[in-house]
DNA sequence: TTTATTGAAATCGTATACGATTATGAGATG
DNA sequence: CATCTCATAATCGTATACGATTTCAATAAA
């Protein structure tokens, strides 16, 4: 489910790139930020061979970017990259579950609905992103299609930082509930149709969401700078 | 839309990377079939750090396989691996074209039918194929979503190869044109639901009858192995 | 004949070395 | 004071070097 290659992780230039990853990922990192090849390879204690080798794969990743004879910055995400990436989301995850539901199995209904109860009971913002990531892996999983499932653990991956403050915190428990009871209702009786209907709709809203907060930033960017 | 990285196309590891990833593609290198570090090295007169850097890149892209101090290997795609991306290809094209339909111009469906009037008009075989993909390509371009067509591209260039002596030769030009024309018309229309439905069912007889191909290659192996 | 042993050759993963290009900063020039 | 050399340092991309592991084949043992 990982997305990210299981195999040789033993090899240096692996937690290279691992590390790299992570910190990308968690914005630790700026967009643009030049990755010196020789400060990284001392940070970790190797040379330049194996970082060179993680700095590619994050390439083809579209983490990081090499500009020629310039070496390797972080890939700075726009806002148009966001909003792509929500629209693939949508399109993953729909036919995900459509896949997924005929392969349901009684026990999955029931750890989605524990997952959903645990969401409920729980006070802590910060577990609502945990648990939300964990629901959709739940309902995905039956569809059998590892491709599919890695390459939506990817997406999550990368967009789920750069949404999670702006949505999560805005949105409130009530609606993504309603929505996750009935999505997994609709899979319980079986109704294909319903359920990707709800899940679709379910995205498409964080993407509203996450395209007015854009547009609200944007704005006051441009107001900040008439002043 | 090539879905390979465009940028450091000057690199020397960027040759080693395309020739290497052409191969596998085009199905020259065989599954499973070691790729020597030091002999690609040499024909490519380079030393092995942009090799590996290449194959870094490669083993992120599922063409290759890092197996730990054995080196890389060509991955080969089982009959399930197939099946799967056929599905990821079905929820990825039938997004983009729901996202296309709204932006396209006369010009956009001028264009299409053009392609089909080629389509219709070749005896060649061998042109169908070539055709076809400037067919999906020209309708799902519209949607503007760059990522997706990345990823759209990159699965036809896996997928494309594998299929396509299956599935061109022996259905025929009859039911794909009668679809193609279909959904061009639903375009028109701007009946997107239509479209997409139509697309749908396009791409997915296409996964049974290759299904139904491996499935009598299999029948056929076993029965083989019986004798 | 088959299976184990073992030493040489091949290959890997990575460190080090180095020419080439690009950034940097001090002093010259307007 | 700005900006224009140009030498120096930093950094890149890649070649070469090397210890470690694996493969392989020849020989010994069963």
Redesign the interface.
């Known amino acids: 489910m990982s997305g990210v ?1 299981k ?2 992780r ?2 240096a ?1 692996f937690d290279v790139y691992r590390a790299l990853r992570e910190e990308i990922l968690a914005g630790r990192l700026e967009g643009g930020q030049a990755l010196r090849q020789d400060d990284i390879a001392q940070r970790h204690g190797v040379s330049k ?1 194996p970082v ?3 700095l ?2 994050l ?4 983490l990081v ?4 004879r310039r070496g390797a910055i972080v890939r700075s995400v726009s806002d148009d ?1 966001l909003l ?2 929500l ?2 989301r ?3 995850e ?3 579950l459509e ?1 997924a539901i005929p392969h349901m199995a009684e026990s999955d209904f029931e750890l989605a609905q524990a997952i959903l109860d645990e969401y409920q009971a729980s006070p802590d913002k910060k577990r609502w992103s945990e648990l939300n990531r964990r629901f959709h892996t739940c309902i995905l999983e039956p569809c059998g ?4 499932l890695s ?1 939506i653990s990817d997406f999550e991956q990368r967009v789920g930082p750069l949404i999670r403050l702006r949505v999560t915190e805005v949105t409130g428990l009530e609606r993504p509930m309603k929505e996750h009871r009935q999505i997994l209702q609709s899979c319980r009786d079986g109704a294909v149709e319903d359920a990707v209907a709800t899940l679709r709709t379910h995205i498409e809203t964080t993407k509203r969401e996450v395209a007015a907060s854009l547009r609200r930033r944007h704005l006051q960017k441009i107001t900040a700078a008439d002043q």
Not at 59 to 62: K, L, R, V, Y
Not at 145 to 148: A, D, K, Y
């Open positions: 290659p195999e040789d033993s090899a230039f061979v060179r080798e993680a590619r794969r390439e083809m990743e579209n970017e090499f500009l020629p990259d792509e990436m629209d693939i949508v399109a993953l729909c036919r995900a896949l299609n590892r491709q599919l390459l």
